[in-house]
């Protein structure tokens, strides 16, 4: 009985506990909400003039107008929709105009969002914006980048545009827990045991060029494994909404382990190479990005990109070229559904050998895009046909046909796995229905 009057006592005393928890952790929460990292620019940045012209190469680096320019909208003015697993997010106005751009920043404001993700009003930023990137960006080229967006580019009066997220996803204080969790604020660190060179380009992947924002892979809470290069998952291959950024570490099957730094730097200034071409979202990287970057900077970014190790070799595919499949269907004895359809639609540019045809017809034979873990960019490229960027560097973009309106989803899975796992490639097959979930 005696038992039974405790147990009558203690639900209040659990329920008090509990409401000072809670208040607790509200207050926590509150502080966290509220509060304002110093924005850590150094004092001597006070006596530098900033460089304007140098602030536009910066924003070219940075792909700053891509998002941030609507289709057939002004430069700048932002409400370009960004697919994100939550729902569309649209980007913001940061032409300086006074009441719905950038106009009244300061330029510390500017620097709490870029490397931090908090709006001059406290709110915080989605990491559709790529602060997680642009936090190794140096005083310097944000002192010149302010200046450049504040005195170069017009102000355009366009308020922003509501996001997609449904309530109570659309709510911004949960995102100040996130980047306390999984946001890394540090800046670059320059490695004296490297050159010039490849710090450079280090601290333009890692920064800028934000290239871990897609080719990262992500956890379940869509926070980037690796930040910064402190592991072989960084770079080791991302997940987009239709595509699938490619492992851009050493492995030989779906990494850039047979790439010269020469292939690398030729295929961000010319969007192809002698093997490869992109397509998907990597189009846009070209088109307005790094098509325009210097040679040194390009180089640069070639010379990091192939000092990095492999990633771990499970999940990833392998590649060891043969001749049997050429041999095969040379002599007729290729007989499979994928096998069949190769024949009659792919191998007229693609060559019988998947070797392609230089600068015209990429090779298929160990090419990344096909060999990569997620298989979506090979069966978009297939769905929905592809064109290479027209740049200096190449002028005549490259077009390959849509065949989504030709086969069902059964045939293109088995194309997928025929192309996934002849000449060498050694990917897992592609199943019906991911095409299906990749046909709109
Ligand atoms: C991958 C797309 C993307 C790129 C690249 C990008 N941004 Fe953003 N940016 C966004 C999105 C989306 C938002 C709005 C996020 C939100 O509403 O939470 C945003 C918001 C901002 C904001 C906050 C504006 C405000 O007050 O609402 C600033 C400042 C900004 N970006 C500057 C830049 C600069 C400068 C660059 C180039 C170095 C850049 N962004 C590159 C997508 C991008
Ligand atoms: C907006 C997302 C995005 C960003 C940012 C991005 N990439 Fe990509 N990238 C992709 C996708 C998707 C693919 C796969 C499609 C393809 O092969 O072109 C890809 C493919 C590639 C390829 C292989 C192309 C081929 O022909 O097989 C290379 C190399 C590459 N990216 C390098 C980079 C570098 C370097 C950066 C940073 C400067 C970068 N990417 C930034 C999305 C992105
Ligand atoms: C008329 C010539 C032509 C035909 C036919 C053709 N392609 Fe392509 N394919 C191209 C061109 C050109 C590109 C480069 C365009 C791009 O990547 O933006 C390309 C790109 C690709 C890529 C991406 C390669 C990379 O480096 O990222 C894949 C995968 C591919 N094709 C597979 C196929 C398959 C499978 C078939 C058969 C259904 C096929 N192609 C039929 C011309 C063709």
């Not at 102000?155 to 109570?168: Q, T």
């Not at 997620?374 to 978009?380: A, E, H, K, R």
Request: net charge neutral; glycine share 10%; proline share 6%.
């Amino acid at each position: 009985m005696s038992a039974t009057g405790g147990r009558q006592r203690k639900p209040w005393a659990i329920i008090a506990l509990a409401l000072a928890a809670l208040a607790a952790l509200v207050a926590a929460l509150a502080a966290l909400v509220a509060h304002r990292p110093d924005p850590g620019i150094s004092p001597t940045l006070a006596q530098r003039q900033p460089d304007v012209e140098r602030g536009g190469y910066i924003a070219v680096l940075g792909d700053c107008a891509f998002c941030h320019t609507a289709t057939g909208g002004a430069a700048f003015a932002g409400g370009l929709p960004l697919a994100t697993p939550l729902g569309a997010i649209y980007s913001s106005n940061v032409t300086p105009d006074r009441d719905t751009g950038i106009g009244r920043y300061s330029f510390p404001d500017f620097v709490l969002a870029m490397r931090f993700g908090i709006r001059p009003d406290g709110a915080r930023l989605y990491p559709a914006m790529p602060y997680t990137a642009y936090a190794r960006v140096s005083d310097e080229d944000l002192q010149d980048l302010f200046a450049y967006l504040q005195s170069a580019v017009a102000p355009v009066h366009a308020a922003a545009h509501a996001n997609d997220i449904p309530w109570p996803l659309n709510m911004r204080w949960p995102l100040a827990i996130w980047i306390s969790a999984f946001h890394d604020d540090t800046r670059f660190v320059v490695d004296p045991a490297r050159d010039a060179q490849w710090n450079r380009g280090a601290y333009l992947v890692q920064g800028l060029a934000h290239c871990g924002t897609c080719h990262t892979p992500r956890g379940l809470l869509f926070e980037e494994k690796d930040l910064a290069g402190h592991s072989n998952l960084y770079l080791s291959g991302g997940r987009l909404v239709g595509g699938s950024p490619i492992n851009l570490r050493a492995n030989d099957g779906d990494g850039l382990g047979r790439w010269s730094a020469a292939d690398v730097a030729e295929l961000l200034k010319a969007g192809r190479n002698a093997a490869s071409a992109v397509n998907g979202d990597m189009v846009d990287v070209v088109r307005h990005s790094t098509q325009y970057m210097s040679e040194q900077d390009v180089n640069a970014i070639a010379t990091y990109l192939k000092s990095l190790s492999p990633a771990p070799a499970s999940g990833h595919a392998s590649f060891g070229a043969t001749d049997a499949t050429l041999r095969a269907m040379l002599a007729g004895n290729e007989r499979s559904a994928g096998g069949r359809i190769y024949m009659d639609s792919c191998a007229a540019c693609h060559r019988l050998s998947g070797g392609g045809e230089s600068l015209a017809f990429p090779r298929l034979a160990g090419n990344p895009t096909v060999l990569s873990s997620d298989p979506s960019s090979l069966i978009t490229v297939i769905l929905n046909g592809s064109r290479t960027p027209s740049t200096a560097a190449a002028p005549s973009g490259l077009a390959m046909p849509d065949f989504g309106w030709r086969y069902d989803d059964a045939d293109i899975a088995a194309l997928a796995t025929f192309v996934r796992s002849n000449w060498g490639n050694g990917a897992a097959p592609v199943a019906a229905a991911q095409v299906a979930r990749l046909r709109r």
